[in-house]
């Protein structure tokens, strides 16, 4: 091989990143390592790791999990106008299965097995910085871990108040009902007062709660309006649904087909067919929240109904014909009315949420 061929060798600097640190593996063509470096994450760790990649210029890089734990670091690339491929979790795993070693696993197998599966991987994409996306995604989050904690914080004072109250509160319980109730109690022993206290300020944390939430709630309404997107004209989608999925699929166009999609969001059967009988299975696999964003729209009240044959409720169903077996037609078909995945119905939706034809 003459030093013609080794400079235009393809070569591909891996990462596998981590809270705390960055393993960098250098992968040529052959599919061998070349080199392996370990950084910590960090101003200093990230300049180590450019001062390394330089002995590579045509290198090209590849982060496993760009969107998650290698985000920042895909970040920083991205910045200085340097292609990240995003490979997925899943497919380094399984590059890393089926490799020699019996399966052996540390930070330098998985950044070669990073490295391989972006030699040889077809359909990978590179990262695209949107950050109106970013941070409608940021947005979301926050207001899930909002409901999580006051979800939390109503199940204490169910607690505490069924200590108070004979029978305890009523179900549905909101900080003015229970503040109501709180003011009946009149303790007249030092635990009572105790627990009427802890009471009073956990009301008073559910309160602030529900400020935050509604606040959050507010701001994901302006960043979906300000998106352009058409996802809340359907039927059973709101601005907190339209949030959700913009920010977890981003571009549109990233997907080649709507079986892609709906692969992506769990939502395509997966077929279990052996020999002669032909069967499908529900799968458990892709994007849970989108999966449940698109259960959510098909279970809404406002949802449209289509009649048609087979696919109708079971009580209209068994009106029409009658049923041998009366447990066969109480399975609901929500499932198999879900929708297909939102369509591409301005140029500001297929450019994703912040972006308007031509800025690029």
Not at 27 to 49: D, F, I, K, W
Not at 77 to 103: F, Y
Not at 167 to 185: D, K, Q, V
Not at 308 to 316: F, I, N
């Amino acid at each position: 091989m003459s030093s013609r061929d080794v400079v235009c060798e393809r070569v591909v600097i891996a990462v596998d990143p981590h809270k705390a640190s960055w393993t960098a593996a250098v992968v040529n063509a052959s599919l061998q390592p070349l080199a392996t470096l370990r950084v910590p994450v960090s101003a200093a760790g990230y300049e180590q790791l450019r001062r390394f990649a330089r002995r590579w210029p045509q290198a090209s890089w590849a982060i496993e999990g760009a969107g998650g734990l290698g985000a920042p670091l895909a970040t920083r690339l991205s910045g200085e106008g340097i292609a990240v491929v995003d490979v997925p979790a899943k497919l380094a795993a399984r590059v890393r299965l089926l490799s020699t070693g019996h399966g052996r696993k540390n930070d330098d197998a998985d950044a070669t097995s990073v490295g391989i599966a972006a030699l040889t991987a077809i359909g990978l994409h590179t990262v695209e910085i949107d950050e109106a996306a970013i941070a409608l995604r940021a947005l979301v989050e926050h207001r899930d871990d909002l409901v999580k904690t006051r979800t939390q914080t109503l199940n204490r004072l169910h607690g505490l108040l069924t200590r108070l109250i004979p029978a305890g509160a009523p179900t549905r319980l909101s900080a003015e009902a229970a503040a109501g109730l709180l003011r009946t109690i009149r303790p007249r022993t030092p635990l009572l007062r105790t627990l009427r206290a802890l009471a009073s300020d956990l009301i008073t944390e559910i309160r602030r709660l529900d400020r935050r939430i509604t606040t959050t709630a507010t701001e994901i309404t302006t960043a979906v309006a300000a998106s352009g997107s058409t996802l809340t004209q359907l039927h059973g989608i709101g601005n907190l649904l339209a949030g959700k999925i913009l920010a977890r699929v981003g571009n549109i166009d990233r997907f080649r087909s709507a079986a892609a999609f709906a692969s992506y969001t769990g939502t395509a059967p997966i077929e279990a067919s052996s020999g002669d009988v032909i069967r499908h299975r529900l799968s458990r696999a892709g994007n849970r929240q989108l999966n449940h964003c698109l259960h959510t729209r098909g279970h809404h009240p406002t949802q449209p109904q289509h009649p048609r044959p087979g696919l109708l409720p079971g009580q209209t169903r068994r009106r029409q014909k009658p049923s041998r077996s009366p447990a066969l037609s109480q399975t609901a078909p929500v499932r198999r009315r879900l929708p297909p995945p939102p369509p591409r119905r301005t140029p500001r939706d297929r450019d994703g949420p912040g972006r308007t034809p031509g800025s690029d």
